[in-house]
């Protein structure tokens, strides 16, 4: 059975940092993993992933401000997130992408992220 399970998220003020998690289990080689976010009435969007060979690709909206680390003996992804925004409040959700296709991917559950005073 696979799983991604996810975890770290909370609520923040803005300036502050988030540490997400997310382990994977049940699969194996997986190509990429990492993190996409979705708001209320939009699109899911990516925030940032990273292959097994440590290539990288985020979203312009969070550069310089989340740095991703996968440890592929474990299967899991971390997210560190700082210089929070409001507008960094969403669901984040793990992705595993089994061959970089975009045909083959599993998704966690979701964890939410508040950023509010």
């Known amino acids: 059975q696979v799983q991604l399970v996810e975890s770290g998220g909370g609520l923040v003020q803005p300036g502050g940092s988030l540490r997400l998690s997310c382990a994977a289990s049940?699969?194996?080689?997986?190509?990429?993993m990492g993190w996409y976010r979705q708001a209320p009435g939009k699109q899911r969007e990516l925030v940032e992933v990273?292959?097994?060979?440590?290539?990288?690709n985020d979203a312009d909206s969070v550069t310089g401000r989340v740095t991703i680390a996968r440890d592929n003996a474990k299967n899991t992804v971390y997210l560190q997130m700082n210089s929070l925004k409001p507008e960094d409040k969403a669901g984040y959700y793990c992705?595993?992408?089994?061959?970089?296709?975009?045909?083959?991917?599993?998704w966690g559950q979701g964890t939410q992220v508040t950023v509010s005073s």
């Open positions: 990273i292959t097994s060979g440590g290539r990288a």
């Open positions: 049940g699969i194996f080689n997986i190509y990429a």
């Open positions: 992705n595993a992408d089994m061959n970089g296709n975009n045909d083959w991917n599993y």
